[in-house]
């Protein structure tokens, strides 16, 4: 079944996407290796781009959102599930935060999402909530989905930082 986020078909099952999950932080810090903080932070971001800094609060602010989602789809009946708009949150929340705590937070809540996902077993994985753009989405919709989400922002941090701005 094709996904209701992407439209694609994600091939993996819902554990072979826990364990991408868990491994996904760590391909980030990877990316991010070798840069300081202040370098990775006073980046300016091309027009209409983020900054490789940028881009790891845009991991740690969707895993907020995911945070909330895993928990309202196991605690609550049907519930109605958060969105955001990822641009405006990056334009807006990019100021003051610290590289190495968005990082550790990245990774925390992503073990304890992973957790509560294992913990609620395949029933759980069955429960659903409802997007406000994308409809009925179930816990395992959302994480498979989720799966490819780190590999892909630390490939393109990667790509930034191998091409400088001029
Ligand atoms: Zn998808």
Redesign the pocket.
Same mark, same amino acid.
């Given at each position: 079944m094709a996904?209701?986020?992407?439209?694609?078909e #994600?091939p993996e099952t819902l554990e072979q996407a826990l364990e991408a999950l868990e491994r996904g932080p760590h391909l980030v810090r990877e990316a991010l290796a070798g840069a300081s903080q202040g370098e990775l932070m006073a980046a300016e971001p091309k027009p209409g781009g983020w900054t490789p800094a940028q881009v790891a609060i845009h991991l740690m602010d969707t895993e907020v959102i995911q945070s909330v989602r895993v928990r309202k789809i196991l605690a609550e009946e049907d519930p109605l599930l958060p969105a955001f708009d990822q641009n405006a949150w990056t334009a807006a929340l990019s100021r003051g935060r610290d590289l190495s705590d968005v990082l550790r937070t990245f990774e925390l809540l992503r073990k304890q999402n992973v957790d509560l996902v294992r913990g609620a077993g395949p029933a759980g994985a069955d429960r659903a909530g409802r997007h406000p753009e994308y409809g009925r989405l179930t816990l395992r919709?959302l994480f498979? #989905?989720l799966s490819?989400h780190d590999a892909k922002h630390a490939q393109q941090i990667r790509r930034m930082r191998a091409a400088p701005r001029s």
């Open positions: 996904c209701p986020f992407c439209k694609k #994600h919709e498979v #989905h490819t």
